[in-house]
């Protein structure tokens, strides 16, 4: 049985690999024609790396015993016809988990020991360090080994309190906050790992799809990572309530506190739908239950009603591994995979196709542009060449006449124009100095004795503010220059536009908002944080700690994705403009040395006609190809994209 959901994830690898051969298909052709550089086959190279690694997570936040895990089952292992993760009354889920598929290696479950939260890598930092990961091999043909490997996702170890408290697991003057279990003799029950990720061979997972499955709100408090970076960073986040219950308290402080402040699409699921099949009410009866339940959740939590779904997540799991329609068809799971696959899926698709236009749209607008302007310049000299035909040298002589005074004023336009954009590119060297991890680190050195000497969250909250402060004064001087610069562009374009007859092409503007949008939601997570009265009245230097460090670890990739951003757009804004300079250059001293060889040789003028009339032909090959990249990139072509092969030696030899 496939859903929706696989259908439209499907669909959306399809159209990434689709994306992925027209950009391969462009390179080839730069490759072929001569127009290759470095730099741009870097960026040609990460731009498809990028996509192939593309992943699309889906994370699932819950308090404890509201489901979670149970809807996980049913919407994504189904096909192994029983729970494949650990699913049970109460608190199942001990750790972050991560499930996703990874091809270069066989089925696996990877655990981090609890003990690596003493140390100061972040999760993301250890995920490069294999060596500190337990290893266990799965075995997908095995129910048996399978459930018995997935036990290890709830282990559980017993320490004393000064080792809880030691992990940042224990606070003795807010045990209710805590993420341990008190035992007898002093003892504590806490999670035996700090985070785990699975690769399991499923459709969706193999397409891209990766599934971040949480624990509750006290878990979520005490691994600040989770909300600073996982959650923010999911393109989706499902909310499971229990639909007995509703919005509790304690579901309402994880919403505030961890879904509401995530600049991502929200989902609100009220499970366990089953308890309202009550046979002492009619099916009207219950639907007009289930409708209050979701009228009001859409309220407190202020979601459209259209984003709160309300399912049976057991009964979709037995209804799948029974192949009951009808049962499944009551659960409501199907309308939620609905609306993942008609809003989610083509959400992420747009921003993926607006990534590779921002990255390489311009690039292919240059070299239609070159191939147009070729073409132009073939026709303009076919047209000289023949009424030439026939004629004697001293027409010849007075074309490279004039050839000579045009070449002289354009090189001399151009040397204007280079010395503009050197001063431009080291203007823009100069601010990019502020964003490089140096100054980054003089910034955060200013108030490091202060904070390491006092972990509180007064501390904390007077040095992060320096960050955004800093973050948004570079990005303000950066966007006014961007736009002096684009200034610049737009003028400059149209100069040689007027002037030698150029497309008059319009580079984008330099966009920061996806980097200010994350830093103003790192400084409102900051802020809550900072201001929460728990986190204020008591003294911990842990979670503190920890959080401190989360923070100035996703600034920091905020500043290096945005330094990376703004330097790949001050060398592209120009790129278009700079090849039509070169191809301009090569046309016109390539008709020099042809009229020079005509009135050398007054015979050959029907020879370079010929020649002419055969670039035409390859010329406009290559614009044909082009044409179809560029509907490929733009997803309007469903026709494969051919890789463009080499041109026959006569026809190079034509080009050149």
């Known amino acids: 049985m496939t859903s929706q959901l696989e259908q439209e994830v499907a669909h959306y690898q399809e159209w990434r ?9 462009y390179k080839s052709w730069l490759d072929t024609n001569g127009y290759a550089d470095i730099q741009q086959s870097l960026r040609i ?72 939260r003493k140390r100061q890598e972040s999760v993301s930092a250890l995920k490069r360090q294999s060596v500190e990961w337990i290893k266990v091999k799965l075995d997908i043909d095995s ?24 992990l940042g697991l224990w606070d003795e003057n807010d045990p209710m906050a805590s993420t341990v279990v008190v035992k007898e003799g002093g003892m504590v029950e806490i999670p035996a790992w700090r985070h785990a990720i699975i690769s399991y061979p499923h459709p969706l997972l193999k397409s891209g799809l990766v599934v971040l499955d949480t624990p509750g709100l006290n878990a979520l408090g005490t691994e600040p990572e989770l909300t600073l970076s996982m959650i923010p960073n999911a393109h989706a986040i499902l909310f499971i309530l229990a639909i007995d219950t509703g919005v509790t308290k304690s579901d309402l402080e994880v919403w505030q506190k961890y879904v509401q402040p995530a600049a991502t699409r929200r989902i609100a699921v009220l499970n366990k739908i089953d308890l309202m099949w009550d046979e002492l009410k009619t099916p009207e009866q219950i639907a007009a239950d289930v409708n209050r339940q979701i009228d009001s959740t859409s309220e407190l939590l202020s979601v459209p009603r259209s984003h709160v779904m309300a399912v049976s997540a057991q009964k979709a799991l037995l209804a799948r591994v029974r192949d009951d329609n009808d049962l499944l068809a009551k659960t409501g ?40 302007n ?9 047209k000289e060449l023949s009424v030439m035909s026939g ?30 954009y050197n001063t431009v590119t080291g203007q823009g060297a100069t601010l990019l100095k502020q964003l490089d991890d140096d100054s980054i680190e003089a910034l955060l050195n200013k108030d490091r004795e202060f904070i390491e000497g006092a972990w509180t969250t007064a501390g904390l909250w007077k040095s992060i503010q320096m960050l955004f402060q800093h973050f948004t004064l570079v990005s303000s ?39 200010t949008l994350t830093m103003t939601g790192l400084q409102a997570t900051a802020k809550q944080f900072c201001h929460d009265p728990v986190n204020v009245a008591k003294y911990k230097h842990f979670v503190v700690q920890k959080f401190y460090e989360g923070l ?44 020079k060889k005509i009135r050398d040789n007054i015979g050959s003028v029907e020879g370079r006609i010929k020649q002419l009339e055969t670039q035409r032909t390859v010329l406009a090959q290559q614009r044909e190809v082009l044409a179809r990249i560029q509907a490929s990139l733009d997803g309007n072509d469903p026709v494969q994209v051919a890789t463009p092969a080499a041109a026959a030696p006569e026809l190079q030899a034509a080009l050149v």
């Not at 997935?150 to 408290?165: D, F, I």
């Not at 149209?494 to 092409?505: D, Q, S, T, V, Y």
Request: glycine content about 4%; overall charge negative.
């Open 17 to 25: 690999v689709q994306m992925i051969t027209g950009i391969e298909s």
């Open 45 to 116: 190279y990460d731009l498809i790396e990028s996509l192939r690694n593309d992943r699309m997570t889906l994370a699932f936040l819950a308090e404890f015993s509201r489901g979670k895990t149970e809807l996980i089952n049913a919407m994504f292992f189904s096909d192994f016809k029983q729970r494949l993760l650990p699913s049970n009354v109460g608190r199942t889920t001990m750790c972050p988990t991560e499930i996703f598929h990874d091809p270069a290696d066989e089925p696996y479950i990877r655990l981090l020991p609890i003990e690596t």
């Open 143 to 166: 129910r048996d080994e399978m459930t018995s490997a997935m036990q290890h996702l709830v282990e559980v170890k017993s320490v004393s309190l000064e080792e809880a408290r030691s």
């Open 333 to 372: 799971i199907e309308q939620l995979e609905h609306l993942l696959a008609s809003e989610i899926i083509p959400a992420k698709q747009e921003i993926m196709r607006a990534a590779v236009q921002r990255e390489i749209g311009t690039m292919v607008a240059a070299s239609r542009t070159a191939v147009a």
């Open 374 to 382: 070729q073409l132009t310049a073939t026709a303009t000299e076919l």
């Open 391 to 420: 004629k004697n040298r001293s027409m010849a002589q007075t074309m490279i006449a004039r050839l000579e005074a045009d070449r002289k004023n354009y090189q001399a336009t151009v040397q204007a124009f280079r010395a503009t």
């Open 477 to 515: 001087k950066i966007l006014n220059f961007a736009n002096q610069i684009k200034g610049l562009v737009d003028m400059t374009y149209g100069h040689f536009h007027e002037k030698f007859g150029f497309a008059k092409l319009t580079p984008p503007s330099l966009n920061l908002e996806k980097h």
């Open 552 to 595: 100035v670890g996703e600034a920091r990739s905020v500043f290096e994705m945005t330094r990376l951003d703004v330097d790949a757009w001050l060398k592209s804004a120009l790129n278009p403009l700079n090849l039509q300079i070169k191809e301009h250059e090569g046309v016109l001293s390539k008709r020099l040395e042809n009229f």
